[in-house]
């Protein structure tokens, strides 16, 4: 499996983005997705997941701020982030092939990740 997210940039603070993740490769529909983030001198965090069956979850930080879609037809997985800070500058990255449980995310496939930049 293949992943490559775009959508990053320079984002004011209060504003919103859209991150996507297009997928190639076997993928399976019933496997779950996520996003995750890792800013300068801190360890990756979990932004959001979404299962084949469109359960999601989300990292305490971004709750009621961040929405992850997914479209099971084109594979794709999307972050749809509002209300920005600069606390959310990071690079972003897509997962998939969850090799763990829903409890306990394991991905074993990632992208090379999208920078977003809150500042203004």
């Known amino acids: 499996v293949q992943l490559q997210a775009s959508g990053g940039g320079l984002v004011q603070p209060g504003g919103s983005l859209t991150l996507s993740c297009a997928t190639s490769?076997?993928?399976?529909?019933?496997?779950?997705m996520g996003w995750y983030r890792q800013a300068p001198g801190r360890q990756r965090e979990l932004v959001a997941a979404?299962?084949?069956?469109?359960?999601?979850k989300y990292g305490e930080s971004v709750k009621g701020r961040a929405t992850i879609l997914r479209n099971p037809l084109q594979n794709t997985v999307f972050l749809q982030m509002k209300s920005l800070k600069p606390e959310d500058t990071a690079v972003y990255y897509c997962?998939?092939?969850?090799?763990?449980?829903?409890?306990?995310?394991?991905?074993?496939?990632w992208g090379p990740g999208t920078l977003v930049t809150v500042s203004s």
């Open positions: 997962a998939a092939d969850n090799m763990g449980d829903w409890s306990h995310l394991k991905f074993g496939s």
């Open positions: 490769g076997r993928v399976s529909n019933f496997n779950a």
């Open positions: 979404i299962t084949g069956g469109g359960v999601t």
